[in-house]
């Protein structure tokens, strides 16, 4: 019998092959030596098109990013509801990339198909354009516990947020 989903999902997107893209997969790769109840972590690489399969009986989603702002400096952290007007783009959002539609194509999609839980999050980074054989910069490096620590704080309030509402 397959277990059920837990009520969190975690995913993330990137490509470690292109400098600070690599955000996403790291993130989520040190996120798995932390013990996170209520939560399904999930690298989706180069491949957002998985996560239309993962999004059924889900409670919340939070997306984990690298992100291009065009004028923003890099390295700035990003902690903001995804439907929030002000959320900037991804780093790869504009274009279609070799892995097909982006997140956001995919999220819009969930969307349309309703298939979204009430809560989606986003902790991004920003960066600077990156392509395939770059190097991560010091920004990822210097910046990868904060984000780290972001997302745990996010799930936190994430956690607290369904039990309050699973009380009232």
Same mark, same amino acid.
């Given at each position: ?6 009520? !969190? ?31 399904? !972590? ?105 984000? !780290? ?8 309030? !994430? ?10």
């Amino acid at each position: 019998m397959k277990q059920a989903p837990n009520p !969190i999902l975690l995913i993330s997107c990137g490509n470690t092959m292109a400098g600070d893209d690599a955000l996403g997969p790291l993130t989520t790769k040190r996120l798995r030596d932390h013990t996170l109840p209520q939560v399904d !972590i999930i690298d989706l690489d180069m491949n957002p098109a998985g996560l239309l399969n993962l999004l059924p009986r889900q409670q919340a989603l939070c997306i984990i990013d690298a992100a291009y702002v065009q004028g923003a400096c890099a390295g700035q952290i990003i902690d903001i509801d995804w439907f929030d007007i002000n959320r900037p783009d991804l780093a790869h959002d504009d274009v279609l990339s070799s892995h097909g539609l982006g997140i956001s194509n995919q999220i819009d999609l969930a969307s349309t198909l309703d298939l979204l839980p009430p809560i989606v999050w986003l902790v991004a980074m920003t960066i600077d354009p990156s392509q395939v054989g770059d190097k991560q910069t010091k920004f990822l490096k210097n910046q990868l516990d904060i984000v !780290i620590d972001t997302t745990l704080q996010r799930l936190d309030i !994430i956690k607290q947020t369904e039990k309050e509402e699973s009380h009232a």
